[in-house]
C-alpha cells in the first residue's frame, strides 16, 4: 500500500518570498511517479508539476520545482516569487499502476501581500 | 471542449436514499476515476474505470458501485446513503496507459447525508 504524508497542515509566506512544501512517501512501487496538485478556493484540482521516479533531475515548471530524494522518499515543493494566486490547498501525490492516485493530507498554503 | 462535468453539483440526501452521480468527458480519454474528499483530507480513490468496459475498486469502494457506461461517462452510484458518505465527490479523467499522464478533474459534486 502506498501512503503519502504531508507534515505541514498550514504555511504562509509574503508575497514575493519563497517557501518550501515538505512530504515524504512510502510505496512498495517499482515504476511510480510523484506530483504536486493544488486546489484553489474555488475547489478545481489543477496540476502543478510531475516527477518520473527513474529520473534523478528534478522536475522545474516555471517558478515551481521540487527536490526529489528518491532513497530518502522525500518531494518537496519550492515556490519562488510567490504571488496572490498561488494561494490554495496543495497536495503531494503518487501516481501507480493503471494511474491510481495516493494523496497526502494536503498543506494549506496563504500567500500575504 | 467541456473537459470533465460532473452533475450535479450540490445534492442532500436522507439515509437510506438512493442516487447516482454523473461524470462525463469530452476527451477521448480511456481511464476514469472516482474519489471522496473529506474535510481537510486529499481525496481518496473509490473505483476506477483503467479503459471503457471494465472497473476495479479502489481504497474505499465500500457503499458505492459504478458504471462505464461508455467511453466518455463514468456514473457513481450510493445505493443506500449514509452519513459517513457525506464528502465531496470528483470525477477525473486520463489518456491511460502510464501513471504519469496528467488527471483532469471535474468541479466536483458536493453531497449531505442527513
Known sequence: AQTVTQSQPEMSVQEAETVTLSCTYDTSENNYYLFWYKQPPSRQMILVIRQEAYKQQNATENRFSVNFQKAAKSFSLKISDSQLGDTAMYFCVEGTSYGKLTFGQGTILTVHP | ?114
Open chain 2, 1 to 114: 471542449n467541456a473537459g470533465v462535468t460532473q452533475t450535479p453539483k450540490f445534492q442532500v440526501l436522507k439515509t437510506g436514499q438512493s442516487m447516482t452521480l454523473q461524470c462525463a468527458q469530452d476527451m477521448n480519454h480511456n481511464s476514469m476515476y472516482w474519489y471522496r474528499q473529506d474535510p481537510g483530507m486529499g481525496l481518496r480513490l473509490i473505483y476506477y474505470s483503467a479503459s471503457e468496459g471494465t472497473t476495479d475498486k479502489g481504497e474505499v469502494p465500500n457503499g458505492y458501485n459504478v458504471s462505464r457506461l461508455n467511453k466518455r461517462e463514468f456514473s457513481l452510484r450510493l445505493e443506500s446513503a449514509a452519513p459517513s458518505q457525506t464528502s465531496v465527490y470528483f470525477c477525473a479523467s486520463t489518456p491511460g496507459g502510464v501513471s504519469y499522464n496528467e488527471q483532469f478533474f471535474g468541479p466536483g459534486t458536493r453531497l449531505t447525508v442527513l
